[in-house]
């Protein structure tokens, strides 16, 4: 599965959107783009995921580039309680069982 | 709908010592997979069991084994503890009947502690 790389940690306002960055320059025409966020003291949560469109769900949009070496994860109006570490993850498809967690960004909501 | 289900949600272990973890998949679910997650990283993958059999494995000894039972739950068995097993243990459940796209869903994860 191709390497992701995320800022260490990045601040937002309350009610602003948050925009948060990945690169995945070696990305390949199989992978899709996953993103998940854990909350302290609790497991992962799924948030949306992608292939060559930019996709929206009731938490999240996810714009991916159109040579997709480059996606940015959306929260449109942040609340405290989006505060988290978002990882960003390429996976290929079917076949393709496990999630290569980094170390993500630390996202700080602040009131 | 009860989501991915745990137990214990804390441990603590002698060096040497055996551990078993338990875990229940979301209604529906039919695969499992286990993480760990060491303190300040990203959780890692140990492997995934599907149709009782595990189906892909991450860079992890042996002494990690699991097994999962015909109503989908799962365990995961650690023998002869290490200091460094020390982690929270995350069960994570899918269905596999969309192709290994859709999202995973976690459990809130077992704490332990090897002393």
């Known amino acids: 599965d191709a390497k992701t790389t995320q800022p260490t940690s990045m601040d937002c306002a309350e009610g602003r959107a948050a925009n948060l960055p990945c690169n995945h320059s070696?990305?390949?025409?199989?992978?899709?783009v996953y993103w998940y966020r854990q909350i302290h003291s609790q497991g992962p949560q799924y948030i949306i995921h992608?292939?060559?469109n930019n996709e929206t769900n009731e938490m999240a949009s996810l714009i991916i580039t159109e040579d997709r070496k480059s996606s940015t994860l959306i929260l449109p109006h942040a609340t405290l309680r989006d505060t988290a570490v978002y990882y960003c993850?390429?996976?290929?498809?079917?076949?393709?069982?496990?999630?290569?967690f980094g170390k993500g960004t630390k996202l700080s909501v602040i009131p | 709908d009860a989501g991915v289900t745990q137990s214990p949600t804390h441990l603590i272990k002698t060096r040497g010592q055996q551990v078993t973890l338990r875990c229940s998949p979301k209604s529906g679910h039919d695969t499992v997979s286990w993480y760990q997650q060491a303190l300040g990283q990203g959780p890692q993958f140990i492997f995934q069991?599907?149709?009782?059999?595990?189906?892909q494995r991450g860079n992890f000894p042996d002494r990690f084994s699991g097994h999962q039972f015909p109503n989908y739950s799962s365990e995961l068995n650690v023998n002869a503890l290490l200091l460094g097993d020390s982690a929270l243990y995350l069960c994570?459940?899918?269905?596999?009947?969309?192709?290994?796209?859709?999202?995973?869903?976690f459990g809130s994860g077992t704490r332990l502690t090897v002393v």
């Open positions: 994570a459940s899918s269905f596999v009947g969309t192709g290994g796209e859709s999202g995973y869903t």
């Open positions: 070696t990305i390949s025409g199989n992978e899709y």
């Open positions: 069991y599907y149709e009782e059999e595990e189906r």
């Open positions: 993850i390429v996976r290929a498809g079917a076949g393709s069982y496990q999630l290569t």
């Open positions: 992608g292939l060559k």
